[in-house]
């Protein structure tokens, strides 16, 4: 009974069915991959929304270049690639849903490409369905971006997948598929990326000779190097050791124990830095080091050393409380005290473009800074403005004393905290009878203590050391006379006070000055070493035991470090040529200019740097620092390029040479050709040379003071001097140039014809360019006077010659710089800020460059990526671009010091983003 009701109830609901209203169209999907099927399904339904499950919809699709579906089946098949429209119908009623038909992959070949500027490359893009087989009749959108998407004007693509290149960049290449639709949820496109990296013609190999990174392993021979020693009561010293003059660093000497506290050629604190050496140090009873070090790209950097490490306390342009704009830091040898305080002296505005003054700076092991006294306040029983002298030192108290000079008078004075600067002592001031007459320069010294002394001179001609006890500073003194003084080199409260001169008694020397006794320690030409006698002592610390360690010159070696007591014989600890076991990597300063031909010269290990040949083969020592020419005449390169150059062919002339005058290193052979003291055309007499220039001729241009208290720029042409300016504050002597009076110069030159350019600066603070030829000097151009392509030359630099022709940067307003030659009494452009380069870009603006002797040009153009470029013949060369990866993997932040061989060598400094400092050289690819 149950089963028929059942029944019924089944015939009813189908009888009561009305006809189809509605077709709902339910695929599994609307997206699927080309290749592949699915089955559609509908649903008929009534007006009632009754389903109607017997009705089979027609099917249809409005593609089927694409697709097909079954008519009565709704099987869809997709074929091709786009947007199809899926109806289903029964009778009258119609209903329809889109279908977007994808690729399982686009494929762009080549995947990836290196390409050079001009090149065209043929891209072709592939769609593949769902068994990885190509679609047919598929018709991309090509286009590129740069690497990160945006735009690019790099280079630029046809609609059949031509690329073509106009520029150096990384790009994508994008093939796109593009659907046109904005239904929710379909995609919009479907597309596949190449990579590419459009590169300048290879010109040159890039190649890294030498590089601040490498850390060497030692063990290094020692160099002679005349900087200061310093030391503590516990006997340690220190001092700033050249390491087979090409390495240098704070070399600890504790017992028999030698460490290297820090390195030249380590990073800076701050990026793209790297130091160059340490040159000033200070050391306090707990063994802690203070240490001052100069900076590739930053200035000054003071270092706290401690057994924890090593700190930057202070960087130039970093501000302290009230200040802003530090530059020119100084430390001295008594600075800091045994609770880590350090008093230091620099120079700082308080504002943008104010005035600049000068300060002390005390420092707290912890707290804030202060200024002890600035330029910018007033002393007593001084004038105003006064100058802050090298002599100053810090107390274990935190009291400063610190002498000042103002109008050739100079004044010693205490500061404690809170209080204002206290004099002590002046010029003029009555002492013993008479008044002060000097007060001696290294004559200063304040241990922690809180005792001082100072050396002076009173108006009855008598010297004297005065000690003040710590105490207290406003006690009558303790005083010693001597007959000569040299230096103050330390004061122990236990031992006494070490000091150079001569009290009367056995002659010039080292002694130990406590209480009413004094004791010879070292006397010059008196006391051996090895028979031999002591010739100089330069430096020299004293313990608190009584130790003595000292820097002194002898016959055998120009740099020694010797221990004495009182009624010993001295002792070598460490001299020049003794291996020193620690790790170091080379202290890279400048290349070596001048030279048009054979390897390139370096200057490494510091300032007063070493000079070393450097090529594929590596490093070959030319001039070694402290290099001697007899026992008391030593070689020194100076500390910058400058004070050591090289001619056309090669010879290497060095001025800083402790009084040899100017000296020629020629292969092996090292010659004096110009030594001081020597007679002018006018009778004056010429001192040390410095800043010597040399052509291929041997024409030597350089300059010097002479007796007459002027200055002199000097061509010598076959032995035979002549003045071709001075500076000289007689009218009579002044050398007038256009009707005036000519206060210095700069930039000077000799090209291969002899001729002289240089800019000149007047009395009346113009200056202008000029050419020197036939004995008169003629105007060539001045900034704000003259124009170039049409713009005012508002700045003129890099002035240098080559064969005959002088280059120089002019810097035009509104434009930049532009690199100009000099010839046949014009100048004109060599590289315009518009000039097209291989690279695509413009030149932009020109910033250091190098020319050789066929006038082909090595510069560095800044564009929106700096790029190096040789010109030659017209044509640009690429070298190499700043956002490029060299062959050793470094990526360059900064360049410089360029060098051109006639050859087509090339030569310059770089500084990578991970502050390695190196030299790379380019050769030109066959």
Same mark, same amino acid.
């Given at each position: 009974?149950?089963?028929?009701?059942?029944?019924?109830?089944?015939?009813?609901?189908?009888?009561?069915?009305?006809?189809?209203?509605?077709?709902?169209?339910?695929?599994?999907?609307?997206?699927?991959?080309?290749?592949?099927?699915?089955?559609?399904? #509908?649903?008929?339904?009534?007006?009632?929304?009754?389903?109607?499950?017997?009705?089979?919809?027609?099917?249809?699709?409005?593609?089927?270049?694409?697709?097909?579906?079954?008519?009565?089946?709704?099987?869809?098949?997709?074929?091709?690639?786009?947007?199809?429209?899926?109806?289903?119908?029964?009778?009258?009623?119609?209903?329809?849903?889109?279908?977007?038909?994808?690729?399982?992959?686009?494929?762009?070949?080549?995947?990836?490409?290196?390409?050079?500027?001009?090149?065209?490359?043929?891209?072709?893009?592939?769609?593949?369905?769902?068994?990885?087989?190509?679609?047919?009749?598929?018709?991309?959108?090509?286009?590129?971006?740069?690497?990160?998407?945006?735009?690019?004007?790099?280079?630029?693509?046809?609609?059949?997948?031509?690329?073509?290149?106009?520029?150096?960049?990384?790009?994508?290449?994008?093939?796109?598929?593009?659907?046109?639709?904005?239904?929710?949820?379909?995609?919009?496109?479907?597309?596949?990326?190449?990579?590419?990296?459009?590169?300048?013609?290879?010109?040159?190999?890039?190649?890294?000779?030498?590089?601040?990174?490498?850390m060497r392993p030692g063990p290094f021979r020692l160099r002679p190097r005349n900087l200061p020693l310093v030391g503590n009561e516990a006997g340690q010293a220190v001092f700033n050791a050249s390491l087979d003059g090409m390495a240098n660093g704070p070399l600890m000497l504790d017992g028999g124990n030698?460490?290297?506290?820090?390195?030249?050629?380590?990073p800076g604190p701050l990026p793209q830095t790297s130091i160059i050496e340490f040159s000033q140090l200070a050391i306090n009873n707990r063994g802690d080091v203070l240490a001052l070090a100069s900076v590739l790209f930053s200035g000054g950097v003071i270092y706290k050393i401690n057994r924890d490490g090593?700190?930057?306390?202070?960087?130039?342009?970093? =501000?302290?409380?009230?200040?802003?704009?530090?530059?020119?830091?100084?430390?001295?040898?008594?600075?800091?005290?045994?609770?880590?305080?350090?008093?230091?002296?620099?120079?700082?505005?308080?504002?943008?473009?104010? =005035?600049?003054?000068?300060?002390?700076?005390?420092?707290?092991?912890?707290?804030? =800074?202060?200024?002890?006294?600035?330029?910018?306040?007033?002393?007593?029983?001084?004038?105003?403005?006064?100058?802050?002298?090298?002599?100053?030192?810090?107390?274990?108290?935190?009291?400063?004393?610190?002498?000042?000079?103002?109008?050739?008078?100079?004044?010693?004075?205490?500061?404690?905290?809170?209080?204002?600067?206290?004099?002590?002592?002046?010029?003029?001031?009555?002492?013993?009878?008479?008044?002060?007459?000097?007060?001696?320069?290294?004559?200063?010294?304040?241990?922690?203590?809180?005792?001082?002394?100072?050396?002076?001179?009173?108006?009855?001609?008598?010297?004297?050391?005065?000690?003040?006890?710590?105490?207290?500073?406003?006690?009558?003194?303790?005083?010693?006379?001597?007959?000569?003084?040299?230096?103050?080199?330390?004061?122990?409260?236990?031992?006494?006070?070490?000091?150079?001169?001569?009290?009367?008694?056995?002659?010039?020397?080292?002694?130990?000055?406590?209480?009413?006794?004094?004791?010879?320690?070292?006397?010059?030409?008196?006391?051996?070493?090895?028979?031999?006698?002591?010739?100089?002592?330069?430096?020299?610390?004293?313990?608190?035991?009584?130790?003595?360690?000292?820097?002194?010159?002898?016959?055998?070696?120009?740099?020694?470090?010797?221990?004495?007591?009182?009624?010993?014989?001295?002792?070598?600890?460490?001299?020049?040529?003794?291996?020193?076991?620690?790790?170091?990597?080379?202290?890279?300063?400048?290349?070596?200019?001048?030279?048009?031909?054979?390897?390139?010269?370096?200057?490494?290990?510091?300032?007063?740097?070493?000079?070393?040949?450097?090529?594929?083969?590596?490093?070959?020592?030319?001039?070694?620092?402290?290099?001697?020419?007899?026992?008391?005449?030593?070689?020194?390169?100076?500390?910058?390029?400058?004070?050591?150059?090289?001619?056309?062919?090669?010879?290497?002339?060095?001025?800083?040479?402790?009084?040899?005058? &100017?000296?020629?290193?020629?292969?092996?052979?090292?010659?004096?050709?110009?030594?001081?003291?020597?007679?002018?055309?006018?009778?004056?007499?010429?001192?040390?040379? #410095?800043?010597?220039?040399?052509?291929?001729?041997?024409?030597?241009?350089?300059?010097?003071?002479?007796?007459?208290?002027?200055?002199?720029?000097?061509?010598?042409?076959?032995?035979?001097?002549?003045?071709?300016?001075?500076?000289?504050?007689?009218?009579?002597?002044?050398?007038?140039?256009?009707?005036?009076?000519?206060?210095?110069?700069?930039?000077?030159?000799?090209?291969?014809?002899?001729?002289?350019?240089?800019?000149?600066?007047?009395?009346?603070?113009?200056?202008?360019?000029?050419?020197?030829?036939?004995?008169?000097?003629?105007?060539?151009?001045?900034?704000?006077?003259?124009?170039?392509?049409?713009?005012?030359? &508002?700045?003129?630099?890099?002035?240098?010659?080559?064969?005959?022709?002088?280059?120089?940067?002019?810097?035009?307003?509104?434009?930049?710089?532009?690199?100009?030659?000099?010839?046949?009494?014009?100048?004109?452009?060599?590289?315009?800020?518009?000039?097209?380069?291989?690279?695509?870009?413009?030149?932009?603006?020109?910033? #250091?460059?190098?020319?050789?002797?066929?006038?082909?040009?090595?510069?560095?153009?800044?564009?929106?990526?700096?790029?190096?470029?040789?010109?030659?013949?017209?044509?640009?060369?690429?070298?190499?671009?700043?956002?490029?990866?060299?062959?050793?993997?470094?990526?360059?932040?900064?360049?410089?010091?360029?060098?051109?061989?006639?050859?087509?060598?090339?030569?310059?400094?770089?500084?990578?983003?991970?502050?390695?400092?190196?030299?790379?050289?380019?050769?030109?690819?066959?």
């Amino acid at each position: 009974m149950r089963h028929t009701l059942l029944f019924c109830l089944a015939a009813v609901a189908a009888f009561a069915q009305g006809p189809a209203a509605t077709v709902q169209i339910l695929p599994p999907s609307f997206r699927i991959l080309a290749g592949d099927r699915m089955q559609i399904r #509908a649903v008929v339904r009534d007006a009632s929304g009754v389903e109607r499950p017997n009705d089979i919809p027609q099917w249809s699709v409005n593609n089927a270049s694409i697709s097909a579906i079954e008519q009565f089946n709704g099987e869809f098949r997709a074929n091709n690639l786009g947007i199809v429209q899926v109806t289903a119908r029964i009778g009258s009623t119609v209903n329809s849903v889109f279908i977007q038909i994808l690729p399982k992959k686009v494929v762009v070949t080549p995947a990836n490409a290196i390409l050079t500027v001009g090149q065209q490359m043929q891209f072709r893009g592939q769609a593949l369905d769902k068994n990885d087989q190509p679609l047919p009749n598929i018709n991309f959108r090509w286009f590129t971006s740069s690497g990160n998407g945006f735009t690019t004007n790099t280079s630029s693509i046809n609609a059949s997948g031509m690329l073509n290149t106009v520029a150096v960049g990384n790009i994508l290449v994008r093939a796109s598929y593009d659907y046109n639709t904005g239904v929710p949820g379909f995609e919009r496109q479907a597309q596949s990326v190449s990579t590419v990296q459009i590169r300048p013609p290879q010109s040159y190999r890039l190649s890294k000779l030498l590089s601040t990174g490498d850390m060497r392993p030692g063990p290094f021979r020692l160099r002679p190097r005349n900087l200061p020693l310093v030391g503590n009561e516990a006997g340690q010293a220190v001092f700033n050791a050249s390491l087979d003059g090409m390495a240098n660093g704070p070399l600890m000497l504790d017992g028999g124990n030698q460490t290297l506290l820090l390195w030249g050629g380590m990073p800076g604190p701050l990026p793209q830095t790297s130091i160059i050496e340490f040159s000033q140090l200070a050391i306090n009873n707990r063994g802690d080091v203070l240490a001052l070090a100069s900076v590739l790209f930053s200035g000054g950097v003071i270092y706290k050393i401690n057994r924890d490490g090593a700190d930057a306390v202070f960087a130039e342009q970093m =501000p302290l409380p009230g200040t802003e704009f530090l530059s020119s830091p100084f430390l001295n040898r008594n600075c800091l005290n045994d609770s880590g305080d350090f008093v230091f002296r620099a120079n700082y505005r308080v504002a943008n473009q104010g =005035p600049v003054y000068t300060a002390l700076f005390r420092v707290p092991e912890r707290g804030f =800074p202060d200024e002890v006294i600035s330029t910018r306040m007033t002393l007593p029983d001084l004038a105003s403005p006064f100058t802050l002298d090298n002599d100053f030192g810090a107390a274990g108290n935190g009291v400063v004393y610190f002498t000042a000079t103002a109008s050739g008078r100079r004044a010693l004075y205490v500061s404690r905290y809170g209080d204002p600067p206290k004099k002590l002592l002046a010029l003029g001031d009555p002492l013993m009878n008479s008044t002060v007459a000097q007060f001696y320069g290294n004559g200063f010294w304040v241990n922690n203590d809180g005792d001082l002394v100072v050396a002076l001179r009173l108006q009855n001609n008598t010297i004297h050391l005065l000690r003040y006890p710590g105490a207290d500073p406003a006690a009558a003194p303790q005083t010693l006379q001597l007959r000569s003084f040299g230096a103050i080199f330390g004061v122990s409260p236990s031992a006494g006070v070490l000091f150079n001169g001569d009290v009367g008694r056995g002659g010039y020397g080292v002694h130990l000055w406590k209480g009413s006794d004094t004791t010879p320690l070292i006397l010059q030409s008196v006391t051996r070493l090895r028979g031999k006698p002591v010739i100089q002592v330069s430096w020299a610390t004293v313990s608190g035991s009584g130790e003595v360690k000292a820097t002194v010159l002898t016959e055998d070696n120009p740099f020694e470090i010797v221990s004495i007591r009182a009624g010993e014989d001295p002792v070598s600890i460490l001299a020049s040529g003794d291996p020193v076991s620690v790790q170091a990597p080379v202290s890279i300063s400048n290349l070596l200019p001048g030279d048009k031909m054979g390897p390139a010269h370096v200057l490494l290990g510091g300032r007063n740097s070493s000079i070393f040949e450097i090529s594929e083969r590596g490093l070959k020592p030319a001039i070694l620092m402290g290099e001697r020419f007899n026992p008391t005449t030593q070689l020194y390169t100076g500390s910058g390029t400058g004070d050591s150059r090289k001619s056309g062919l090669g010879d290497i002339f060095v001025t800083q040479t402790s009084g040899a005058g &100017i000296v020629r290193v020629r292969g092996d052979s090292v010659e004096v050709i110009q030594r001081p003291g020597f007679a002018l055309e006018d009778g004056a007499t010429a001192n040390a040379p #410095a800043n010597v220039v040399a052509n291929v001729r041997g024409d030597l241009l350089w300059q010097a003071s002479t007796n007459r208290g002027d200055s002199r720029l000097v061509l010598t042409q076959n032995g035979k001097h002549t003045t071709l300016l001075t500076n000289s504050a007689l009218p009579q002597m002044e050398t007038v140039v256009d009707g005036k009076a000519v206060t210095g110069w700069g930039d000077q030159v000799v090209d291969d014809a002899g001729r002289v350019m240089a800019t000149l600066r007047f009395r009346d603070t113009t200056t202008g360019v000029y050419l020197w030829e036939s004995g008169q000097w003629r105007w060539t151009a001045a900034v704000n006077e003259i124009r170039h392509t049409g713009a005012v030359v &508002i700045a003129i630099s890099q002035i240098k010659a080559a064969a005959d022709n002088f280059y120089a940067i002019f810097n035009l307003q509104g434009i930049g710089n532009t690199l100009v030659r000099y010839r046949g009494g014009l100048w004109e452009t060599v590289i315009g800020v518009t000039d097209p380069l291989v690279t695509g870009h413009q030149a932009n603006s020109i910033g #250091a460059y190098d020319v050789n002797r066929n006038g082909d040009v090595f510069a560095q153009c800044n564009t929106n990526t700096q790029v190096l470029v040789v010109k030659k013949g017209g044509k640009t060369y690429y070298v190499h671009m700043l956002s490029e990866l060299t062959a050793d993997g470094d990526l360059l932040a900064r360049t410089g010091d360029f060098d051109i061989r006639d050859d087509g060598t090339l030569y310059f400094l770089g500084m990578t983003v991970l502050d390695d400092y190196a030299v790379y050289m380019a050769k030109p690819i066959p």
